[in-house]
């Protein structure tokens, strides 16, 4: 029988996570003991089929709609997460995430605004807000989801690989203007997932994947766990990448 | 709403500054950060602490212009009135 889920002094915020990777780490993080709060932007039923198979196997989570681009998005999902919980946000989880490709000498300012708004400033804020609750406990988890692209080129997305490494190098500096207070902020950069979000990719890019697959939404969800945990005490500004060798 | 008295933040700041490390003997009004081994983190946590409590909004700007325990205390207390 598997060791039961530790209990958990706080709860724990998933943006973008009615479908995909962020519906994975909702779910890993939750069977890790963790109240979640399942952030969602338009996909309601997503969310709460989410909260629903999280509640099925005897665990907390609450389905909270908002668009985290959004600049009362962080203080309004705090707030109602929180109070659902009664209990402070200790673990976020920065995985909304949009995409609008085009070649640079394509790519409108809209395309580009977009993108960085939701991938980078978003994230930006709600760390920004994370932070005071886990200040307060002398403990706290912050992983952002960046992407390989931050890593390694990949033609068409000159926003999103920006915005991808833009959040890099603010995990890195918030982590270490944070860690004595016994507070971890890391990176996860997947490559090829299997979601809806890479659906359209070309098949071509999978000969360029040293493990000749896509990965799984399950597969970035555990190193989430993993950084979310009392394991990964001593594991800051890191960047974790889960890419089956793409960018190695 | 009464304004709050100089006692009163002078008490929690104190204490405030008393939870990141120094002993609270040490802690008097004309203490600098510097000595108490207060760093710019710790600023940022107390003016959390002063903006919970009393409503008061101290920026970045305002906690890098003070220097000791007693600066803090007398422009909360005058930001509050």
Do not use: H
Request: glycine residues 8%; contains cysteine; negative net charge.
């Amino acid at each position: 029988m598997p060791d039961p889920a530790p209990r958990r002094e706080g709860c724990a915020l998933v943006t973008g996570a009615s479908r995909g990777i962020g519906a994975a780490i909702a779910r890993a993080l939750a069977r890790d003991g963790w109240p979640v709060g399942v952030n969602y932007r338009a996909d309601q039923a997503g969310a709460e089929a989410v909260v629903a198979e999280i509640e099925r196997a005897g665990a907390r989570a609450v389905a909270l709609g908002a668009d985290v681009a959004d600049p009362g998005a962080a203080d309004q999902l705090f707030e109602a997460l929180e109070s659902q919980f009664a209990c402070p946000v200790l673990a976020l989880v920065n995985n909304a995430g949009i995409a609008a490709d085009n070649l640079t000498p394509s790519l409108r300012d809209d395309e580009w605004a977009a993108v960085l708004d939701t991938n980078l400033t978003a994230a930006f804020r709600l760390t920004r807000r994370a932070l005071k609750p886990m200040l307060r406990a002398r403990s706290g988890r912050i992983v952002n989801i960046s992407s390989v692209v931050a890593l390694r080129a990949n033609p068409g997305q000159a926003n999103y690989a920006a915005a991808k490494a833009g959040l890099i190098a603010l995990t890195k500096t918030a982590a270490v203007e944070v860690a004595r207070r016994g507070i971890t902020i890391n990176a996860v950069a997947p490559g090829w997932i299997d979601t809806d979000m890479t659906a359209e990719v070309s098949t071509d890019l999978l000969a360029q994947v040293p493990a000749r697959r896509a990965g799984t939404p399950e597969e970035v969800a555990a190193c989430v766990r993993f950084l979310a945990s009392d394991e990964a005490s001593y594991v800051t500004g890191a960047v974790l990448t889960v890419d089956g060798g793409l960018a190695a | 709403m009464p304004a709050v008295t100089s006692e009163q933040v002078e008490s929690r700041v104190i204490e405030t500054l008393a939870s990141f490390g120094p002993d609270a003997s040490q802690i008097t009004r004309d203490a600098t950060f510097e000595e108490l081994d207060i760093d710019s983190l710790d600023l940022v946590e107390l003016a959390q602490v002063v903006e919970d409590e009393y409503g008061v909004v101290l920026k970045g700007e305002d906690m890098k212009e003070l220097k000791t325990v007693g600066e803090s205390i007398d422009l909360i207390v005058a930001r509050a009135e």
